[in-house]
């Protein structure tokens, strides 16, 4: 069981918003400590899509877009498209466990 | 270009061990800290290992402190991770990643990742 915890699937029609939410607690989350966001296909490297809450890397689209509020974070997709159809995985620092932690993926499915 | 490519995956018998190694190119690898992190099949991603640029400094997973040793050649620009004891739970796609080094909060992010090398713990 993740540490930080992500709805397992989420999805939409070409075009729509979606929104993926990373709920954790007051030793990881809903502490000062950043959350960062991946895409994820199985069989690549995963790749970094939000960094701080709400930065973009140069390349990322800025279709994607993080928020972060007290114990929880979301990534947020607007105007999906079929090559967004990936896993997502959101990741933080837990105090409890002194080390990085992940949540357990959402699989976000373009109908 | 950021290059990373791991090596040294396969199948293992519990109790044994194996040597994972990460070739970096395209940048200056000893000034960035680096890091294994696994995915077991069907399952998420976990932070395994950390290192800093100079090798002083190092962190584990609970679940694998005492039995991987993480460790650092900038002269080959490798990383590498010496697994011991490996249990079937260890049974895992293992990534090698590189932090962000220009975010300065906690955690790093991790900018580049390898393709992964799949460890297999099966008797």
């Known amino acids: 069981q993740s540490v930080l915890t992500q709805p397992p699937s989420v999805s939409g029609a070409p075009g729509q918003r979606v929104t993926i939410s990373c709920t954790g607690s007051s030793s990881n989350v809903g502490a000062t400590y950043d959350v960062h966001w991946y895409q994820y296909l199985p069989g690549t490297a995963p790749k970094l899509l939000i960094y701080a809450n709400s930065n973009r890397p140069s390349g990322v689209p800025d279709r994607f877009s993080g928020s972060k509020s007290g114990t929880s974070a979301s990534l947020a997709i607007t105007g999906l498209q079929a090559e967004d159809e990936a896993d997502y995985y959101c990741q933080s620092y837990d105090s409890s466990l002194s080390g990085s932690v992940f949540g357990g993926g959402t699989k976000v499915t373009v109908l | 270009e950021v290059k990373l490519v791991e090596s040294g995956g396969g199948p293992v018998k519990p109790g044994g061990s194996l040597r994972l190694s990460c070739a970096a190119s395209g940048f200056t690898f000893r000034s960035y800290s680096m890091n294994w992190v696994r995915q077991v099949p069907g399952k998420g991603l976990e932070w395994v290992s950390s290192i800093s640029s100079s090798g002083s400094y190092i962190d584990y997973a609970d679940s694998v402190k005492g039995r991987f040793t993480i460790s650092r050649d900038n002269a080959k620009n490798s990383l590498y991770l010496q697994m011991n004891s490996l249990r079937a739970e260890d049974t895992a796609v293992y990534y090698c990643?590189?932090?962000?080094?220009?975010?300065?909060?906690?955690?790093?992010?991790?900018?580049?990742w390898g393709q992964g090398t799949l460890v297999t713990v099966s008797s």
């Open positions: 990643a590189r932090h962000f080094m220009a975010v300065a909060g906690t955690p790093r992010p991790f900018d580049y």
